[in-house]
């Protein structure tokens, strides 16, 4: 059947195409997005903006269109962190339910960071061993890891590149002081869990999943041809202080860094470095699936009857 994967991110709002099978790989069929950046478009009490809500509703119907057009049969929707986080997040998800008829599920942090191991066990394999997962997003870092199609641990944090950059460096480029700043507080954060991510072992495999590992990746390898796919924790290194001295028009000049990512990616990489030196990983793998896919994933199984438990 054809699927339409409506995904309300931090960063990105998108509606996936797939033509989906139990027991097959999912096929994409088309995309369709809009870089919104919901994490960065509050006002002071925290809402999102009214500007952002009807761009938002704007997107869901296009995309119903686009649907329609495609002969989607079934369009899934859910929303991440910002609308999770929004005081008006309910009021705004009823409202695109009534004027357009999409219901979108809120998923917990949790439930992300499950989901995204889903998609990324499936894509390594059981030969991958115990898998360690690291997603940034434009609200939260999720981090998973286990044996199994469902993580021992999955924790999300509130340190997505979109909600660092606009709560903590300020500036273009931010000062010096900010960024040695926002990197206290993101190693904090982050050594809170550690243990709890390491208390099963090290891992086998370790992934990195979302468009901020995927930027980095081409950052810190430049020379490769098409998408990188490993990223190694001695480079990243040596790119966070340079990352930090350019402005968002350099950063925008940079092998695989969009105009809508320039802003974000110093936040991305300070986080992905502290996650990636906290839990002990030299390197990533860095994963075409991520939390998408195993939304589609999830329904599938709940199609064929063999879904892992139920989150």
Known sequence: MRLGVLDVGSNTVHLLVVDAHPGARPLP?????????????????????????????RFVES???????????????FATSAMRDAPNGEEILARVRKETGVELHVLAGGDEARLTFLAVRRWFGWSAGRLLLLDIGGGSLEIGTGLDELPDVAISLPLGAGRLTRDRLAGDPPAPDQVRAARRYVRA????????????????????????????ARICSPEAEGSARTLRRADLAGWVPRLAGMTEAERAELSGVSAGRARQILAGALVAEAAMELIGVESLQISPWALREGVILRRLDDMRGTAVPRI
Do not use: C, M, N, Y
Not at 63 to 75: F, T
């Open 29 to 57: 069929a088309s995309s369709h997005k809009l870089e919104l950046r919901l994490a960065e478009q509050l006002d002071e009490k925290g809402r999102i903006a009214p500007a952002a809500e009807k761009a938002l509703l």
């Open 63 to 77: 995309s119903l269109k686009v649907g329609e057009d495609l002969g989607v049969e079934q369009v899934i929707g």
């Open 189 to 216: 954060e982050i050594g809170r869990v550690a243990r709890d991510v390491v208390r099963g072992g090290q891992p086998d495999q370790a992934v990195g999943s979302s468009k901020t590992f995927r930027t980095l």
